[in-house]
């Protein structure tokens, strides 16, 4: 058995599963808040650890060899968390050698959509394709790709950050200090940004649906007011999911023509509302993959393994590591 | 021996070295303009594969046992040219098969950039390192990558597009029919319409050194005339040289965000300038690779092979598949 965790700026999400088992059925799995402060974060990691790994020897009699753990930011080869904008004030930290010593385990550490992509490659919707790009929708984006079947992980470990690609230079600021990242349009965030940006470039009303879903206040508007009014069949918020379509397509037509990928796997917690973009996005990425028609279509599809891809993917690269 | 070949739009140029000679240097090497239509490009490389078999032969007296071509354009993995816009008419030729038959050896069709790539990375500026990004300044931007020491392909062979990757969906048009392509602001052709721009936006007076140097046509003025002007020391050309390494330094940091490249080498006809723009570039990225100083930083480093690099890539990449 192996357990994988999920380390997100909100939550703690880990599974316990086998990985000679082709499901992707996690034989346990838990959830906690996670706390400020690395010390808090270390505790609260190595007792979801302990947690799964009691309940996982009580429902199969087998015990747990190794851990994966998926980390919000710059992971390097050691497995030491460099940087990331979510997880404020956990700089430097050798998560796997710390985590190591309090469990008595082989720790692996990678970043969460490097995780992510690899359980979708293994056990979701990627499986069975060598040159996959996992793309995640959240807060921002995260990517992780597989060359050969293998991950991606880049000359330190750091492969994978396709949100922080610029593709307006005089576009919005992003925290990270650029303007115009890929996250600034196509992530959860972004999908706010564009509806309270077509209110005030008078593409939309402002006391349209997603508005008054956001009790009337236009700062407070974001992706979730849209998706539910969209839902309810509203078309400003159609309009602003179309834009939200051809902004994904650009960055995802921008990384094929790099990357050459078979299949292009959207998840992240907007990927729930994926029949509301996806079509565009895939239209877009037809038109603007160098080539067009002269080339193999890429496919474009939802993540399969919901919340739980980090995750398992982390419990699968530490059976594949160690 | 290894015949290796790099077609461009406008001159074939060819090679023949020993693959297992660690230096770069080629036995022999020629060179003809490329003709036009699908059956002349052929012929034309076939008779050149055929002097530099022959006179490699009388050279060293050993025979030539495969050839490489580099092509500019989306190479499928079986060797046919699917599409180039820089070669108008050749579109879906089998030149593996085409070339094979008319010299009765092994050959190996890649795309050009990345045929160059592999030739810094073996014989030039890239040698040792696993993780490398080599992009090519020209007419438009070639890319070309190594991961884990190996050539990137991509699913279909067509990896390594960096330069319709867009970063400004109002920019300009690029001929490919999207807007804002990287190559239409970091190639040759960008330099020269970055110093256009900066006369029509008042940025440079409409008589200003690299005006004149053009005839005093604004139209007519290249990536050359601003060269030349900044050699001179005319401080117009400079500003305009300092926004061409902006422009650079944001397109290698977004491949830097995805890849995590250990080194990224500036090749093509362009990079003979590099000293008057590469330190400008060096610092947009440090500044824009996420995690900043949080990360190894990146050399970013001219070319080594000069205009051979392609053929001498496809050389050892012809040695390196049969």
Chains 1, 2 share one sequence.
Not at 91 to 101: D, F, I, K, R, S
Not at 115 to 140: F, P, Q
């Amino acid at each position: 058995m192996v357990v994988g965790l999920d380390l997100g700026g909100t939550k703690l999400l880990g599974v316990a599963l086998d990985p000679g088992h082709q499901g992707s059925e996690a034989v346990v799995e838990g959830k906690v808040a996670t706390p400020t402060g690395t010390d808090e974060v270390l505790e609260a990691i190595a007792g979801l650890v302990a947690d799964l790994r009691q309940r996982a020897h009580e429902a199969t009699g087998r015990d747990v060899r190794a851990v994966g753990l998926g980390a919000p930011g710059l992971v390097d080869r050691a497995g030491t968390f460099r940087y990331g904008p979510n997880l404020p004030g956990v700089v430097g930290v050798p998560l796997a050698a710390e985590l190591g010593e309090r469990s008595g385990l082989p720790v692996v550490v990678d970043n969460d959509a490097t995780c992510a992509a690899w359980g979708e490659h293994e056990r979701g919707a990627a499986r069975g394709r060598n040159h996959s790009l996992v793309i995640t929708l959240g807060t921002g984006i995260g990517g992780g790709m597989t060359v050969k079947g293998e991950p991606l992980r880049g000359a330190y470990g750091f492969a994978g950050e396709p949100g922080h690609m610029v593709v307006d230079p005089t576009g919005p600021e992003c925290p990270c200090g650029r303007r115009g990242c890929w996250e600034r349009y196509a992530s959860g965030t972004g999908l706010g940004w564009l509806a309270r940006e077509a209110v005030r470039t008078g593409q939309a009303p402002s006391d349209t649906d997603f508005v008054a879903r956001a009790g009337g206040d236009l700062a407070a508007v974001r992706g979730e007011h849209v998706v539910a009014a969209a839902r309810a069949g509203d078309g400003d918020a159609g309009a602003v999911l179309d834009t939200f379509g051809d902004w994904l397509g650009l960055g995802v037509a921008n990384l094929v023509n790099v990357l050459d990928s078979e299949i292009v796997v959207v998840g992240g917690g907007v990927s729930e509302a994926a029949d509301l973009f996806l079509d565009r996005a895939r239209q877009r990425v037809r038109e603007m993959a160098l080539g067009g028609e002269r080339r193999p279509r890429v496919p474009l599809v939802a993540a399969k393994l919901g919340e739980q891809a980090g995750a398992v993917g982390a419990a699968l690269l530490a059976a594949l590591r160690t």
